[in-house]
T-cell receptor, first 111, second 115 residues
């Protein structure tokens, strides 16, 4: 069963624009992570935000976490064609060990 | 090796055949996870090992699925009497930590097609 739900399911933007993806989840979490998956490949970890953090940056990535709304967002600034991929949020519940993934957002960057 | 290695990358099986999928995690990583990913979907949890102990197998869809990690390193996911609904990509991931799951390192996956 999926814990997170990403929104939108698909997003297509022009190169150079910013891309925002949202994730909602259902239960209390220890941390929330974002992963990228290029077509036919494995998942690559992007960023981890803990339940006591509200915002985190890594290069062109900005992640926010609102535990009161049980939601997170991933912002990719100044998008590039190479950012075309599926993006998944995943949560680790309190006291849990496994990562539970959402359905993902398919991002297409048009040159 | 430098990353998580999975083999075979592609496997075609006739319905009813048994298959075995192998995962070589990053050396020294304590935790190992198996996920199943259907086309266009997110990965679904199958099972989790901490060293050689299988601590959670709640995601295994049926008793045809079996996983082991006998020496706390290499893991094998075995599927007996494969069915068409078993067609998916099987992803293995490892993590350095034994508790409070942090970043997972994924392999490229084994794509299983059952005819």
């Amino acid at each position: 069963s999926q814990q997170g739900e990403e929104d939108p399911q698909a997003l297509s933007i022009q190169e150079g624009e910013n891309a925002t993806m949202n994730c909602s989840y259902k239960t209390s979490i220890n941390n929330l992570q974002w992963y990228r998956q290029n077509s036919g490949r494995g998942l690559v970890h992007l960023i981890l935000i803990r339940s006591n953090e509200r915002e985190k940056h890594s290069g062109r990535l900005r992640v926010t976490l609102d535990t009161s709304k049980k939601s997170s967002s991933l912002l990719i600034t100044a998008s590039r064609a190479a950012d075309t991929a599926s993006y998944f949020c995943a949560t680790v519940g309190q006291g849990a060990q496994k990562l539970v993934f959402g359905q993902g957002t398919r991002l297409t960057i048009n040159p | 090796g430098a990353g998580v290695s999975q083999s075979p990358r592609y496997k075609v099986a006739k319905r009813g055949q048994d298959v075995a999928l192998r995962c070589d995690p990053i050396s020294g990583h304590v935790s190992l996870f198996w996920y199943q990913q259907a086309l266009g979907q997110g990965p679904e949890f199958l099972t989790y090992f901490q060293n050689e102990a299988q601590l959670d197998k709640s995601g295994l869809p049926s008793d045809r699925f079996f996983a082991e990690r006998p020496e706390g390193s290499v893991s094998t996911l075995k599927i007996q009497r494969t069915q068409q609904e078993d067609s998916a990509v099987y992803l293995c991931a490892s993590s350095l930590e034994g508790r409070n799951t942090g970043e997972l390192f994924f392999g490229e996956g084994s794509r299983l097609t059952v005819l």
